[in-house]
């Protein structure tokens, strides 16, 4: 049984844990692994967004900078420019959390401004230190993720002599920084950072190994949703990967995430409703997409 934590969004504290929350992807950007392109104008991101928020997504997570191998950097303004629009809308249209994608404190706070109730860093602010005072200043949340290297070489050959406690060592330190910006331990998610930084055995070992995240004692975040080690395993393209998907987010809810990041998000409802049923969770039968903020 996963540990229970409480989270304040919005002023409000809620319950992770009870049962597996899904984080829907919104990329606004031309070059994405998976959905490159799809979304780049800002009314079909936002109808999108609203399709996944419809399809039963807890949270949705919008980015306007693609972090595959060999993708361009994005200045802070261009990528204001992808994502702010998007979020104004969805925040207009609907009342779903919505997260923000980015490694920048510019493009956080202008998010934030726009509606954004979450910050998403790859980097576990190692990229821009600035980040983590703005998100303390603004008592949110924010996701740390595992990786190693700058934005061009996070997806050079990786070594490692023991994955999983290097993983946790390396995020250890990612909450340290954060702690020493005054963000509160209670509003830090980690997330172990699949295919980032990692050839498909160290991402399957991760995903073994998950349980060991829970040492860190903050909830956890995992998106393995289309990687190349489903592709790996399986070879198949991105697009015929949502079984290996489903096997992957299975894995994640056995093994303690609070929070699966996916871009299947209908299907992918169904794989975590099942997982924690088995699991025992009691929220598990129950009908609502959205999370219920208590008073």
């Excluded at 802070?76 to 980015?102: F, K, M, N, Y």
């Excluded at 997806?155 to 954060?178: F, I, K, N, S, W």
């Amino acid at each position: 049984m996963r540990r229970l934590y409480s989270l304040r969004v919005r002023g409000r504290e809620t319950v992770l844990g009870s049962r597996t929350w899904l984080m829907g992807v919104l990329n606004v950007t031309p070059d994405s692994f998976s959905d490159g392109g799809l979304h780049l104008a800002t009314d079909a991101a936002i109808r999108h967004g609203l399709d996944l928020f419809a399809a039963g997504a807890d949270i949705v997570d919008v980015g306007g900078e693609s972090t595959r191998p060999g993708a361009v950097a994005q200045s802070p303004q261009a990528e204001i420019r992808r994502v702010v629009p998007v979020i104004t809308g969805l925040r207009q249209c609907s009342a779903g959390l919505l997260s923000v994608d980015t490694t920048k404190s510019d493009v956080a706070r202008a998010a934030l401004d726009a509606g954004a109730d979450i910050v998403n860093d790859i980097s576990g602010l190692g990229f821009d230190p600035a980040l983590a005072g703005l998100v303390a200043e603004r008592g949110v949340p924010i996701v740390l993720m595992h990786l190693r290297g700058s934005f061009h070489d996070i997806h050079r050959q990786p070594r490692y002599d023991d994955v999983m406690g290097e993983v946790c060592t390396e995020l250890a330190q990612a909450v340290e920084r954060a702690l020493r910006g005054g963000v509160a331990r209670s509003q830090i998610v980690v997330d172990p950072g699949i295919g980032f930084a990692k050839a498909a055995p160290h991402s399957l070992e991760v995903l073994r190994r998950l349980p060991e995240l829970a040492s860190l004692r903050c909830p956890i975040l995992v998106g393995p949703s289309r990687k190349s080690f489903i592709g790996t395993v399986l070879e198949r393209p991105v697009g015929e990967r949502i079984w290996g998907t489903a096997a992957a987010v299975a894995a994640c809810c056995f093994g303690g995430a609070h929070i699966v990041r996916v871009h299947d998000v209908a299907e992918m409802l169904q794989v975590v409703r099942v997982c924690d049923a088995i699991a025992g969770a009691p929220a598990a039968v129950a009908a609502p997409a959205l999370v219920e903020l208590a008073p």
